[in-house]
């Protein structure tokens, strides 16, 4: 597609039916759109959910991938998120937006940008808190590790990675009018879930912490080498399922 006079991409996954939601799902630095596909797993979802799922494309060269800008970005989603609803018509014309890592980033900026387009927000490995009031509370599901030494869940020095996990959630909760403590839940000895709001609320915003997990997607094997670098992945809860059913509880959020 055609923005600003420069030629964009993405990848679609469509379902052979009736569409019942639209989801992007934005890859990381040093990624790409078909790289995102293979580690969500998530095109998956035009078959067995009738979802259409697009996959689009930085444009910033960043070594072997690209990474996404998140302010120059802002023009090219937008434009594919109206382009989307318009031919598939998702409820309340809203669509789910998803990433991993610098994706996660994006989505969130997004989010915060266009919150009138989003139905829900899945981070993973890199939720980070608005940088502007949304004008409506937008809910976030959000996945990290806590040995992830990419996007380190305390924090770190880098500008781009200032505040902790913990933080960036607070700071979604406080955006969606959740000033509230969180509701803690144990669910295994190494995955805590931390809720603000009532489950099922406008506003929701739910962090999986995945104990020892690194920079990975939950639910998604990787090889050896991907392993040794990106560190260990949590197989207690799978993230591309867990995203789509959140976001069907908060498709239809006035």
Same mark, same amino acid.
């Given at each position: 597609?055609?923005?600003?006079?420069?030629?964009?991409?993405? !990848?679609?996954?469509?379902?052979?039916?009736?569409?019942?939601?639209?989801?992007?799902?934005?890859?990381?630095?040093?990624?790409?759109?078909?790289?995102?596909?293979?580690?969500?797993?998530?095109?998956?979802?035009?078959?067995?959910?009738?979802?259409?799922?697009?996959?689009?494309?930085?444009?910033?060269?960043?070594?072997?991938?690209?990474?996404?800008?998140?302010?120059?970005?802002?023009?090219?989603?937008?434009?594919?998120?109206?382009? !989307?609803?318009?031919?598939?018509?998702?409820?309340?014309? /809203?669509?789910?937006?998803?990433?991993?890592?610098?994706?996660?980033?994006?989505?969130?900026?997004?989010?915060?940008?266009?919150?009138?387009?989003?139905?829900?927000?899945?981070?993973?490995?890199?939720?980070?808190?608005?940088?502007?009031?949304?004008?409506?509370? *937008?809910? *976030?599901?959000?996945? %990290?590790?806590?040995?992830?030494?990419?996007?380190?869940?305390?924090?770190?020095?880098?500008?781009?990675? *200032?505040?902790?996990?913990?933080?960036?959630?607070?700071?979604?909760?406080?955006?969606?009018? %959740?000033?509230?403590?969180?509701?803690?839940?144990?669910?295994?000895?190494?995955?805590?879930?931390?809720?603000?709001?009532?489950?099922?609320?406008?506003?929701? *915003?739910?962090?999986?912490?995945?104990?020892?997990?690194? %920079?990975?997607?939950?639910? /998604?094997?990787?090889?050896?080498?991907?392993?040794?670098?990106?560190?260990?992945?949590?197989?207690?809860?799978?993230?591309?399922?867990?995203?789509?059913?959140?976001? /069907?509880?908060?498709?239809?959020?006035?």
């Amino acid at each position: 597609m055609q923005v600003s006079s420069v030629t964009r991409s993405y !990848l679609l996954a469509e379902p052979a039916g009736t569409a019942t939601g639209v989801v992007l799902s934005l890859h990381g630095s040093r990624s790409s759109p078909d790289r995102q596909a293979w580690l969500s797993g998530l095109a998956g979802l035009a078959e067995t959910a009738g979802a259409v799922v697009a996959f689009p494309g930085a444009d910033l060269r960043l070594g072997a991938g690209y990474q996404w800008d998140l302010e120059g970005d802002l023009e090219f989603l937008a434009a594919l998120v109206y382009e !989307l609803v318009e031919r598939y018509r998702p409820p309340q014309g /809203r669509v789910a937006v998803t990433g991993m890592s610098g994706g996660a980033r994006m989505s969130c900026r997004f989010a915060a940008a266009y919150a009138a387009m989003v139905s829900m927000v899945g981070a993973v490995g890199g939720v980070r808190a608005p940088v502007e009031q949304p004008s409506r509370p *937008v809910p *976030v599901l959000a996945f %990290h590790g806590s040995a992830d030494r990419i996007n380190p869940y305390a924090g770190s020095a880098t500008g781009r990675w *200032v505040e902790s996990v913990p933080d960036a959630v607070r700071g979604w909760a406080e955006a969606n009018g %959740h000033s509230g403590l969180p509701a803690v839940v144990q669910t295994s000895p190494t995955l805590t879930r931390t809720t603000y709001g009532e489950p099922g609320c406008p506003g929701e *915003v739910t962090l999986w912490t995945s104990k020892g997990a690194g %920079h990975t997607w939950p639910g /998604r094997r990787m090889g050896p080498l991907l392993r040794s670098y990106l560190g260990r992945t949590s197989t207690e809860i799978d993230a591309s399922r867990e995203i789509w059913s959140f976001d /069907r509880v908060h498709a239809a959020d006035a």
